[in-house]
């Protein structure tokens, strides 16, 4: 157990609809990171946050957004969803969010668009 | 862009071989990351490597890093069952604020 949760751990929903992704991070970290995992795309970093600050910006959609609050935990929104967006999503997070960091996983949540 | 390459992507070995699996990498950059990810589970960190020749050991398995060749290295020795599980590379890029960029995995079956 990394000590990053994630909710839901299952999500089924249609095309067009909108979901939120909820990540808690570690307890004293500050960074938090998305990553998308499929089957077509492999591994694909998404977005990181810092206190509460993006950082850096990876192959995120314009259709989906995040955010991390003052509690440091931290949202996916992914919005007009299509069928491509099925995926396991995963957020880690790291103390200050830098190079020398370890990422710790969450579980990750399977999204299913049907 | 950088561009990270795996191989083998799949690998079936006999308990108690020995094996490495590679890890290149297009653009320069002094940090990479090994994971382990098991069946239906989260990414488990195994290793980080941040410099020129840095070698790390843990278990059975050794990781290495060369800078100039833009190359990493995940040695396997005497394969045991347990190490049966996808791994995968990831390098910082430099050009885009350290985020990381996956190799597409090295699906390992060590069978008895």
């Known amino acids: 157990d990394s000590g990053v949760t994630q909710t839901p751990k299952h999500l089924i929903t249609a095309t067009g609809q909108r979901v939120t992704l909820r990540c808690s991070p570690r307890?004293?970290?500050?960074?938090v990171y998305w990553y998308q995992q499929s089957l077509d795309q492999g591994l694909q970093f998404l977005i990181q946050?810092?206190?509460?600050?993006?950082?850096a910006k990876g192959n995120i959609l314009e259709r989906f957004s995040a955010q991390q609050f003052p509690d440091l935990h931290s949202e996916l929104n992914l919005s007009s969803l299509e069928l491509g967006d099925s995926a396991l999503y995963f957020c880690?997070?790291?103390?200050?969010?830098?190079?020398?960091?370890?990422?710790?996983f969450g579980p990750g949540t399977r999204l299913t668009v049907l | 862009e950088l561009k990270v390459e795996q191989n083998p992507l799949f690998l079936s070995m006999q308990e108690g071989k020995n094996y490495t699996i590679y890890c290149n990498y297009s653009?320069?950059?002094?940090?990479l990351y090994w994971y382990r990810q098991d069946p239906g589970k989260s990414l488990e960190s195994l290793f980080v490597?941040?410099?020129?020749?840095a070698v790390k050991q843990e278990g059975r398995l050794m990781a290495s890093l060369d800078t100039k060749a833009r190359l990493s290295t995940l040695h396997i020795t005497a394969a045991v069952h347990d190490l049966s599980a996808t791994y995968f590379c990831?390098?910082?890029?430099?050009?885009?604020?350290?985020?990381?960029?996956f190799g597409k995995g090295t699906l390992l079956t060590v069978n008895p």
């Open positions: 990831a390098v910082a890029d430099f050009g885009s604020n350290y985020k990381l960029t």
């Open positions: 307890s004293g970290d500050l960074s």
């Open positions: 490597l941040l410099s020129n020749g």
């Open positions: 880690a997070s790291s103390v200050v969010g830098g190079i020398t960091d370890t990422q710790y």
């Open positions: 653009t320069t950059s002094d940090r």
């Open positions: 946050y810092y206190n509460g600050e993006e950082r």
